[in-house]
């Protein structure tokens, strides 16, 4: 019985710490609420599309700090790797999905490298060399994003080996990430158009 109240409170308190927006905070200092400007997304990209680039490394400095923040404190308490696994997608699952904000949030890449720096710090570097490589092969941002999330699992698969709670963890991850980039996934795979941006495009009304 203890043991699952500490469950809901690991998973109660990460989720409402990820659902804290520091891309709305932004925003509104500006008077603005960046769920309806630019790429209308409460993340680092979008702060920096339309506050400008230091406000956008601030809000992924301060979103990583919350993805840190909620797995090192399970860990912490706990000293467990499951209590990581709950923390971590409670965290990122706030950050996409945030209580505050009507539940319109990020895309959860700075929140979740946040958690893999507390979880697994290999994972990340091999992760987020993953990404840049793959940037630089396909000139696009969005389709290197999608494949490294595909490959996340196999990272840390190869990274952590037979440490299941941290490969359950990155499988997770890998879920939540893809949720809000599933036009892209559409992109990718041939079932959507983009337009000469790169960015999906919404079907034709009928």
Same mark, same amino acid.
């Given at each position: 019985m203890?043991l699952?109240f500490?469950?809901i409170l690991?998973?109660a308190?990460?989720?409402?710490l990820?659902?804290?927006?520091?891309?709305w905070?932004?925003g509104?200092?500006r008077?603005?609420?960046?769920?309806?400007?630019?790429?209308e997304t409460?993340?680092f990209?979008?702060?920096?599309a339309v506050?400008g680039?230091p406000?956008?490394?601030?809000?992924?400095?301060a979103d990583?700090?919350?993805g840190?923040?909620? *797995?090192g404190? +399970? @860990?912490l308490?706990?000293?467990?790797?499951w %209590? &990581? =696994?709950l923390?971590?997608?409670a965290v990122?699952?706030g950050?996409?999905?945030?209580?505050?904000?009507?539940f319109?949030?990020?895309?959860?890449?700075a929140?979740?490298a946040?958690?893999?720096?507390?979880a697994?710090?290999?994972t990340f570097?091999?992760?987020?060399?993953?990404?840049a490589l793959?940037?630089?092969?396909?000139?696009?941002?969005?389709h290197?994003?999608v494949l490294t999330?595909?490959?996340?699992p196999g990272?840390?698969?190869m990274?952590?080996? *037979?440490?299941l +709670? @941290?490969?359950s963890?990155?499988?997770?991850? %890998? &879920? =939540?990430l893809?949720?809000?980039r599933?036009r892209?996934?559409e992109?990718?795979l041939?079932?959507?158009?983009?337009?000469?941006n790169?960015?999906?495009?919404?079907p034709p009304?009928?």
């Amino acid at each position: 019985m203890v043991l699952f109240f500490t469950a809901i409170l690991i998973g109660a308190l990460a989720y409402v710490l990820g659902s804290i927006s520091p891309a709305w905070f932004a925003g509104r200092s500006r008077g603005l609420d960046l769920r309806f400007e630019g790429l209308e997304t409460l993340d680092f990209l979008n702060a920096a599309a339309v506050l400008g680039k230091p406000v956008g490394v601030t809000v992924f400095a301060a979103d990583i700090i919350k993805g840190y923040i909620a *797995v090192g404190a +399970a @860990m912490l308490f706990t000293d467990s790797a499951w %209590a &990581a =696994l709950l923390a971590g997608g409670a965290v990122v699952a706030g950050q996409i999905w945030p209580l505050f904000h009507d539940f319109t949030g990020g895309r959860g890449t700075a929140t979740s490298a946040g958690v893999l720096i507390a979880a697994s710090p290999w994972t990340f570097l091999i992760t987020a060399t993953l990404l840049a490589l793959l940037s630089a092969v396909t000139g696009r941002r969005a389709h290197a994003e999608v494949l490294t999330i595909v490959l996340l699992p196999g990272v840390a698969i190869m990274v952590e080996r *037979v440490e299941l +709670a @941290m490969v359950s963890l990155a499988i997770v991850l %890998a &879920a =939540l990430l893809i949720v809000p980039r599933w036009r892209d996934v559409e992109v990718l795979l041939g079932a959507r158009k983009a337009n000469e941006n790169g960015e999906p495009e919404d079907p034709p009304l009928d």
